[in-house]
């Protein structure tokens, strides 16, 4: 079974950090792309940031300067660190990860259950 598990969301005041985590376990061959979205109620799921196996990053432009995201490829982690938090953030976050489970076979999206990060005073 493939599970990806996030944690590190919380209530913060605007200006402060957070630090996101997202562990993918299970019998994986291989994670091609790992990233963050985000769904505020009422609005639309949005890519937050993305980053390929080879280190490539993208990141939405309302993050850019302020979210970094990151990878520890010996624990299949990614994470997101989120700096200079503004109320328009609160969102949930959810992890993404492209995975593959063996040699051949089509790599399918798998998504965690989300965590809420809040940004207010």
């Known amino acids: 079974q493939v599970q990806l598990v996030e944690s590190g969301g919380g209530l913060v005041q605007p200006g402060g950090s957070l630090r996101l985590s997202c562990a993918a376990s299970?019998?994986?061959?291989?994670?091609?792309?790992m990233g963050w979205y985000r769904q505020a109620p009422g609005k639309q799921r949005e890519m937050v940031a993305t980053?390929?196996?080879?280190?490539?990053?993208t990141y939405a432009d309302s993050v850019k300067g302020r979210f970094t995201i990151s990878r520890d490829n010996a624990k299949n982690t990614v994470y997101l660190q989120m700096n200079s938090l503004k109320p328009e953030d609160t969102a949930v976050y959810y992890c993404?990860?492209?995975?593959?489970?063996?040699?051949?076979?089509?790599?399918?999206?798998?998504w965690g259950q989300g965590t809420q990060v809040t940004v207010s005073s």
């Open positions: 993404n990860a492209d995975l593959s489970l063996g040699p051949g076979l089509v790599p399918y999206d798998y």
């Open positions: 299970g019998s994986i061959f291989s994670i091609y792309v």
């Open positions: 980053l390929i196996s080879a280190g490539t990053a």
